[in-house]
């Protein structure tokens, strides 16, 4: 008989070998030389965590009690696995892309990184988890108790073994689990370890199915029919337990804390699903394919009474094979342990991150800049929590006595568990999923489960007998196992249905009826569309690769020149000549700096992520690209803004220029109208120059009046030479106007005197003295030269038989209005615009002067402030003087 | 920021695809699949006779049977991961 002395020391030696192999894991992962530690086939192994002793020891108890329904366990998480293609490899893409830590942080993120939710997760997963950690302790303790039975040696020690275990496990998981803080949250070490752990459980469990078999039992064949023969040997399956645990074990699968651990968030590459989706199922049915033959040999072959849990070592045992019941032995530790370690590591940083944590934050609002500590705190917070959680699970076993009530708690723990699918599988799937349909359906859900299974499976007064026998508060309809009346269902069956059932439709109503906010459905559309938003898949190996897809995105920024340029620089920097540079953070940063300059900060900062950290772009950076983009619109906004002006500006110019070309024009016109009106005179002065200096036999009579023509050709060029001098001076604004105070009447009295002096015509001038008694303040010979010549222009132009002219006088306002009218035929109507232009005559046969006179007085005018226009609709042509009475030089 | 390529095609559903990539949206769609039909055929033996103990299906036909079925989908998978090792890297939109 083995000792219990043997065992021990057995146990110990396998423990230290998983410490030794997890600690030379964690170097090699430390160091990078750990390619191989992250095959595929590691990954699958730690998949394995799904089978614990519950199933190493409990599928066999479970087959012997109900024939093949054992099956079920394990055919839903072959059925999630299969279908890998549509629903783990977007759970594994979503969690790699934003870093998920736990199930509940998953959540979270998804629903908005609603810290509601998350604790609610992290609750019902701590009560969903602990009994069934405390389930592995017993499995421990109870086949530490067969070899103790065997053992006539050993003492009452085992009582304590429970205690030990539990804190050898502890120990492992804080020291493998919370080494340091990853910011993937690997644990290369502890995932070796189970690895390993993995391949012991399926070699013991395959041992003893072939032992059984081969040896017991004599071939395949005998064993069949042994089957056949024994009690189990008909096909008694419920058809609604069978259907309901396959649902549940798939769903337990996916929402299990330790397998979310193991799946999601160690995983270190996406590809390994590949091999994982044939690889795990082919695991589990290796695991499952000895069990009906050793539960139907162990029911022939073992005394009626004994513990069927138990058939795997007592069944070596009891046929002398002590090293395959110690291998056995070995396989059930392996199994307990390492799904002890990975829940406890997986709670803890569930409890960690989503409980202590942000109380911890909150209540350290000032300090909480100090991030060196935080990461200690963190640290300390997750070991404190797999210390508790440790301790939950003992104290539980201690209070439940370890009997029956704690075999059924695998199932019970399921459907718990499960109650996390709803909200699951709608964020991955579904936009509409809110935080408040979330935590509507998970907190039906859970109250259902709570108190149809969970309360009632514990057993012994936790849920008082009247209320079982008839319903909370008397109501018949609230009864645990018969919710709605519904009597004569299997307990897990009717919990299954109606939690779930009600769970989906709480999710599903309060969703739609409910509005997410900002966060929440950005984080929604990341998550369903998370093939579209994230990088294909890619493993955290092979950096080349990642340069080269940092080049690609950086040719489509800066251009291919530039970046071939930028990325040969590089390269010779670090020393490599002609090949692509190393992705190293100097480099990299550089790269960013680069990228911002074209595409802002937080963009290029997102883009280099998703390229080298493989990580999708998390709201945060989303949100700083909004910010940035805003900045980039008020920027452009200015932009335009400028341009608006620049193209006002640029109006004004046009409009200068083509005022300009129209002053030069008619500066050319005038010029040449000048020289027209010049060269007349000069013409007419060189011909009777020429006859005075070549005609000898000119009388005298002729000479003089050759000579008067000159004189007058002289005069009138004179004059003309005077006027355009005083144009030119007056336009330039050169002239310097002599104001002085005033009468109208006095103005008017010297201009008529002086355009009425030896002039040819007559002319009545009509006028009321008395109105014209305005006293005014400006340059009044200027305005009696204006005076002068519209009296002139009378003079020439009316064509009445007895000319007059009416000149009244008055004031309006601050101005003086003199208006001249004769009683000739007046202006055309087409000449009227004409009239005060230069060189603008009416009529060519009168031209007495160079048509510069009514020019000469608009600008005079204007000059003193005020202006002369035309009077259309009079008698005959008249014109209108206004002039300010305190007149100011006008510019 | 880059100027389109010739060959770059239109974004948005395209009528015909390629053969090669018309193949391998059957192919995902028989991924999509798989696990219904599994489940289906898991879930057969619900249809198995109960009640007179002489018509049960004997337990070592059940076994051969789910375990059969259980085999035959692990193969059918690990094909399919086969034939699909080399989508890893190219492109990922046009199969999902």
Redesign the interface.
């Not at chain 1, 059925?79 to 549509?86: Q, S």
């Not at chain 1, 189990?232 to 399956?237: H, P, Y």
């Given at each position: 008989m083995a000792s219990l002395n043997l065992l021990l020391s057995v146990c110990f030696c396998y423990v230290i070998l998983l410490f030794l192999v997890a600690f030379v894991a964690d170097r090699l992962a430390a160091r990078g030389r750990s390619t191989w530690l992250r095959s595929p086939l590691i990954y699958t192994l730690s998949l394995s965590i799904y089978c614990t002793a519950w199933t190493f020891y409990g599928a066999v108890g479970y087959a012997a009690r109900s024939?093949?329904e054992f099956?079920t366990i394990y055919?839903g998480p072959?059925?999630?696995?299969?279908?890998?293609?549509?629903?783990l490899r977007k759970l594994v893409r979503i969690g790699r892309s934003h870093r998920v830590t736990s199930i509940a942080d998953l959540l979270s993120s998804r629903y908005g990184k609603s810290n509601t939710l998350a604790i609610g997760v992290t609750i019902l997963a701590v009560i969903g988890v602990t009994p069934y950690i405390s389930l592995q302790l017993q499995s421990i303790t109870l086949s530490f108790s067969i070899f103790a039975d065997a053992d006539p040696g050993s003492d009452d020690r085992v009582g304590a073994t429970v205690i030990w275990v539990a804190a050898g496990l502890a120990v492992f998981a804080i020291l493998f689990g919370t080494r340091n803080l990853d910011a993937n949250e690997r644990h290369h070490g502890v995932v070796m370890a189970i690895a390993i752990e993995a391949v012991v459980k399926l070699v013991a469990l395959l041992a003893v199915g072939v032992f059984v078999v081969w040896q017991v039992s004599g071939g395949i064949e005998a064993t069949?029919?042994r089957?056949?023969a024994?009690e189990?040997?008909?096909?008694?399956?419920d058809?609604g337990r069978?259907?309901s645990i396959?649902f549940l074990a798939a769903a337990a699968f996916v929402c299990l804390p330790r397998m979310f651990q193991v799946m999601v968030v160690e995983n270190d590459d996406e590809?390994h699903l590949?091999?994982a989706?044939?690889a795990f199922?082919?695991y589990l049915?290796l695991m499952s394919?000895f069990v009906?033959p050793i539960a139907?040999i162990g029911l022939e072959l073992m005394p009626a009474g004994s513990n069927p849990d138990l058939f795997v070592l007592t069944i070596p045992l009891s046929q002398g094979r002590e090293g395959l019941a110690m291998l056995s032995f070995l396989g059930g530790f392996s199994s307990a342990t390492s799904m002890v370690i990975v829940a406890a590591m997986a709670l803890s940083t569930m409890v960690s991150n989503q409980i202590v944590m942000p109380i911890w934050l909150s209540s350290q609002t000032q300090q909480a800049s100090q991030s060196g500590d935080v990461r200690k705190i963190v640290l300390l917070s997750r070991r404190i929590s797999i210390g508790a959680i440790m301790v939950l699970g003992v104290a539980y076993y201690e209070m439940s006595g370890g009997g029956a009530a704690l075999a059924s708690i695998g199932l019970i723990s399921f459907a718990g568990i499960a109650q996390i699918l709803p909200a699951l599988v709608g964020g991955l799937f579904w936009r509409g999923a809110t935080r408040l349909g979330a935590i509507a359906g998970l907190s039906v859900g859970f109250g259902i489960w709570m108190f149809s299974l969970l309360l009632p499976g514990l057993g012994s007064g936790l849920i008082p007998q009247h209320v079982m026998e008839q319903g909370l508060f008397g109501i018949a309809a609230l009864r645990p196992h018969a919710l709605f009346s519904i009597t004569g269902m299997d307990p897990i069956e009717h919990c299954v249905l109606w939690s779930l059932t009600l769970n989906t439709l709480a999710f599903f109503i309060v969703s739609v009826a409910s509005f997410p906010n900002p966060v929440e459905r950005l984080q929604g559309a990341q998550f369903v569309n998370v093939?579209?938003h994230s990088a294909?898949?890619r493993g955290w190996t092979g950096s080349v690769a990642q340069s080269e897809d940092l080049m690609v995105m950086t040719?489509?920024?800066l251009g291919t020149q530039d970046a071939r340029d930028l990325f040969q620089r590089e390269a010779a920097l670090q020393g490599e000549y002609g090949q692509l540079p190393e992705p190293t953070p100097e480099f990299l940063e550089r790269l960013e700096r680069q990228l911002a300059g074209?595409?802002g900060a937080a963009t290029a900062h997102a883009m280099i992520g998703q390229i080298v950290g493989g990580s999708s772009v998390s709201v945060q950076d989303l949100l700083a690209v909004a910010d940035e983009s805003a900045q980039m619109l008020e920027y452009s906004s200015q932009l335009e803004a400028q341009s608006e002006e620049l193209s006002r500006t640029a109006r004004k110019l046009r409009e200068a220029n083509e005022k300009l070309t129209q002053i030069s024009l008619q500066k050319d016109t005038f010029l040449s109208q000048v020289s027209h009106e010049l060269r007349t005179p000069m013409t007419s002065i060189r011909a009777f120059s020429e006859i005075l200096r070549d005609a000898s036999d000119l009388d005298e009579a002729d000479k003089r009046k050759y000579a008067t023509i000159i004189h007058d050709e002289a005069l009138r060029l004179t004059r003309l030479l005077n006027d355009l001098l005083d144009l030119s001076v007056l336009e330039s604004g050169q002239v310097s106007l002599n104001m002085r105070p005033g009468n109208v009447k006095d103005v008017l009295d010297h201009s008529i005197v002086s355009a009425l002096a030896g002039a040819d015509g007559s002319l009545d001038v009509i006028r009321d003295e008395a109105s014209e008694r305005i006293p005014l303040y400006s340059d009044l010979d200027r305005l009696a030269q204006v005076f002068i010549n519209l009296i002139t222009n009378a003079l020439k132009y009316c064509d009445a038989g007895q000319p007059q002219l009416r000149i009244t006088a008055r004031t309006a306002g601050d101005n003086v209005v003199v208006d001249m009218v004769d009683n000739g035929s007046g202006i055309p109507t087409e000449a009227q615009a004409m009239v005060f232009e230069k060189f603008a005559r009416v009529s060519a046969e009168k031209a007495g002067g160079a048509g510069l006179g009514l020019a000469i007085c608009r600008e005079i005018m204007q000059r003193l402030g005020g202006d002369v226009v035309y009077l259309a609709g009079q008698s005959g042509a008249g014109f209108r003087v206004t002039l300010p009475t305190k007149g100011e030089i006008k510019g | 920021m880059s100027e389109r390529r010739g060959g770059e095609t239109p974004r948005g559903p395209t009528l015909f695809l390629e053969r090669q990539s018309y193949r391998r949206r059957r192919l995902s769609e028989v991924a999509r699949l798989m696990p219904i039909f599994g489940a289906g055929l898991f879930m057969v033996p619900l249809l198995w006779p109960v009640g007179d103990e002489s018509e049960k299906v004997q337990t070592s036909s059940a076994i051969l049977y789910l375990f059969g079925v259980w085999g035959g989908l692990i193969l059918a998978i690990a094909l399919f991961g086969l034939v699909t090792r080399s989508w890893a890297k190219s492109d990922q939109r046009e199969i999902d």
């Open positions: 024939g093949l099956v055919l072959t059925l999630v696995m299969i279908g890998w293609w549509w629903g069949m029919a089957i056949d024994s189990i040997g008909r096909w008694q399956v058809g069978w259907a396959t590809r590949r091999t989706a044939w199922p082919l049915l394919l009906v139907a093939f579209e294909g898949p040719q489509r920024i074209s595409v | -």
